[in-house]
């Protein structure tokens, strides 16, 4: 027993002081800027090579030779500018570390808990997020995970002191569609067990469904149901429903259940979506494909299934976004864009899924994915491929907020590069 407190103890310890650490800082500032000539990667107008002007929240003005005026002149000759990267898929403010229960909050107790929102759980201060700033990834659709509906995900900015701050407006609803196909490697399942499972939660799904449209069409005083209330966005096609389904059989289920229901649906995880490309692009369906980074969902594919999938759906004509479903490690967003630009999607369509994609699929490209006036200052400076581990960014804008580059890894490398050796020990 005395093991187990002591144990919690440290626990709670190391927490607490990861947590501290993770926050000393610089503090953001917010003004005017010019970041003067770059080349400035628009995403949707080409390069320009010029200057680039931030004023408050936005960006003023991109072209050549801009006036400083009273604004703080950042050279970036040699430089370039790109709009910042967009996590389509993690948990990045949900979770902190992942041997620790207590600080993972994206899993509600229940099959049907549509009313729980992610953004009232998302940490401000989470050690992860100026960790993933440094690669340039400036906004995340962070979502629940659980059973069939599991919450509605949340679409944030990461810059602010509140989950309110950071909200980037966007609230969608999770679907995850039930699976024909092994849950783990650790699933000892019969095909026989998956199969009736499968056709259990297939028939408390439409159950479920099916009351939610009657709810939506009640008059008057509807009682009390919040787990109906929460889809009625989706009910009246004012919001996306985002499905989580991977296997081939389940997307072309999938896709008869939303054809059938009228349903403003969003496809993610797709791990076999290079299968029924065809039917994906006949039905408009755009994807969030990812991780990029992991094993084939079958052991008869090619090693490179997981590489070339987003590819093979953006030039089949998908709209593709990519993600990371991490929470440590949403960082690596950049990477697993640059596998998928080598194989086979090309750097342009792959700089897109981080970036313009991902912001059409969740409303808000009036505000980001892209460098164009009157358009949220989220964006990045580098001195390379962002897609090259060697590539080094050197300013950070949220919403104009200039961002310091600095993170707990930072604070660690500076600490240990210059360490004093201490005292020595006596004999």
Sequence with gaps: MNRIKYSITLSVIFFSSVMAFGQMVEKSQQGSYLLKNAEIYTVTNGVITGDLKIVNEKIEAIGPNLDAADAEVIDCSGKRIYPGFFDSGCKIGLAEISSISLTQDHNEIGAYTPHMRALTAVNPSSVHIPITRLNGVTSAMTYPAGSLFPGKAAVIHLHGYTPEQMSAGSQPDILKWPSSGKRNRWDKRSKEDIEKDQKKALKKLKEFWKSAKVFAGMKGDKGYNPQLEAVQDVINNDA???????????????????????????????????????????????????????????????????????????????????????????????????????????????????????????GIDDEVGSLEEGKLANLFVCDGDPFEMKTRISHVFIKGWSTPIESRQTLLYDEYLERDPGLKIKD
Excluded: H
Aim: hydrophobic fraction near 45%; charged fraction near 20%; glycine fraction near 6%.
């Design 240 to 362: 996306p429903l985002i499905i989580e389904v991977n296997k081939k059989e389940d997307i072309l289920a999938a896709l008869q259940w939303v054809n059938e229901e009228n349903i403003n649906a969003v496809f993610s995880g797709v791990s076999e979506g290079w299968r029924v490309a065809d039917s994906l692009v006949a039905n408009a369906i755009p994807v969030i494909v990812g991780p990029i980074l992991q094993n084939p969902s079958r052991a008869s594919d090619k090693y490179d299934a997981p590489y070339t999938n987003a590819g093979k759906l953006a030039k089949a004509g998908v709209l593709v976004a990519i993600r990371t479903t991490e929470s440590e490690n949403v960082r690596n967003l950049p990477f697993n864009a640059g596998f998928a630009a080598n194989y086979g999607m090309g750097i342009e369509e792959a700089i897109k899924a981080i970036t313009i994609n991902p912001a059409k699929i969740f």
